[in-house]
């Protein structure tokens, strides 16, 4: 067994080494370290909330599921967690989660949720393309840009330049794709690309896939 201090309070742990081990790259460093071994570690940073999932997780291979949006937050900040400790199963459970959430809502990722995940994340993290692949259907299929994202992209050119790519890996055929040098197949401006639709805060919400009640980056993104 080894102990793991929790949280601000140190809330102790007492975890079968080599199950917690056999999950995580990173605690397996920790407690196998020939140079200095030892039978406990520290997490002060993290928060027992999202301790108690991950344990959860460990001994059952289950993590609640969301029936409402405000539950998607604690999911992310368990992620979150299992990402740093190098638990690619967890991650992959969450990730499936989560978008298995938003489909049988029939909704997307709100801003802050997005905004969050990519402060907290780097290149190449499975939660973070998910999210944002999701956003790229929302924004495509969408005929304007809502002003809280078209504010966000003009910000963040990197989430604008994630869109673009994971718009390329749909691999699409060029017939399907309106091509502006035709004149033939020229149908009117519409409403221009200048045009950004504004959204009320009286009209946010997740069936829209709008979602600007939740934290950004830097504060927890838990239940707002």
Same mark, same amino acid.
């Given at each position: 067994?080894?102990?793991?201090?929790?949280?601000?309070?140190?809330?102790?742990?007492?975890?079968?080494?080599?199950?917690?081990?056999?999950?995580?790259?990173?605690?397996?460093?920790?407690?196998?370290? @020939?140079?200095?071994?030892?039978?406990?570690?520290? !997490?002060?940073?993290?928060?027992?909330?999202?301790?108690?999932?991950?344990?959860?997780?460990?001994?059952?291979?289950?993590?609640?599921?969301?029936?409402?949006?405000?539950?998607?937050?604690?999911?992310?900040? !368990?992620?979150?967690?299992?990402?740093?400790?190098?638990?690619?199963?967890?991650?992959?459970?969450?990730?499936?989660?989560?978008?298995?959430?938003?489909?049988?809502?029939?909704?997307?990722?709100?801003?802050?949720?997005?905004?969050?995940?990519?402060?907290?994340?780097?290149?190449?993290?499975?939660?973070?393309?998910?999210?944002?692949?999701?956003?790229?259907?929302?924004?495509? !299929?969408?005929?304007?840009?809502?002003?809280?994202?078209?504010?966000?992209?003009?910000?963040?050119?990197?989430?604008?330049?994630?869109?673009?790519?994971?718009?390329?890996?749909?691999?699409?055929?060029?017939?399907?794709?309106?091509?502006?040098?035709?004149?033939?197949?020229?149908?009117?401006?519409? @409403?221009?690309?200048?045009?950004?639709?504004?959204?009320?805060?009286?009209?946010?919400?997740?069936?829209?896939?709008?979602?600007?009640?939740?934290?950004?980056?830097?504060?927890?993104?838990?239940?707002?």
């Amino acid at each position: 067994m080894v102990d793991l201090y929790v949280g601000s309070d140190s809330t102790t742990y007492h975890l079968h080494e080599k199950l917690l081990c056999y999950y995580s790259p990173f605690f397996t460093r920790v407690f196998y370290n @020939k140079t200095s071994p030892t039978k406990s570690y520290g !997490l002060p940073e993290d928060e027992v909330e999202h301790f108690n999932l991950l344990v959860g997780w460990l001994y059952s291979r289950a993590i609640p599921t969301p029936h409402e949006e405000k539950a998607v937050g604690i999911l992310l900040d !368990l992620y979150l967690l299992s990402d740093k400790l190098e638990m690619e199963k967890l991650s992959g459970t969450v990730v499936d989660t989560v978008r298995q959430f938003y489909h049988e809502q029939n909704t997307y990722p709100g801003l802050r949720r997005v905004q969050y995940v990519y402060a907290n994340t780097e290149d190449d993290n499975a939660m973070r393309e998910m999210m944002v692949s999701s956003i790229a259907r929302y924004l495509t !299929l969408s005929d304007t840009i809502p002003a809280h994202w078209d504010k966000a992209l003009r910000k963040n050119g990197q989430l604008a330049v994630d869109i673009i790519r994971s718009i390329q890996q749909w691999q699409l055929e060029g017939k399907s794709v309106p091509d502006a040098r035709n004149s033939s197949l020229t149908r009117g401006r519409g @409403k221009g690309f200048s045009h950004v639709e504004e959204v009320n805060d009286d009209d946010s919400g997740v069936g829209d896939g709008v979602d600007d009640s939740f934290a950004t980056s830097g504060e927890t993104s838990g239940e707002a």
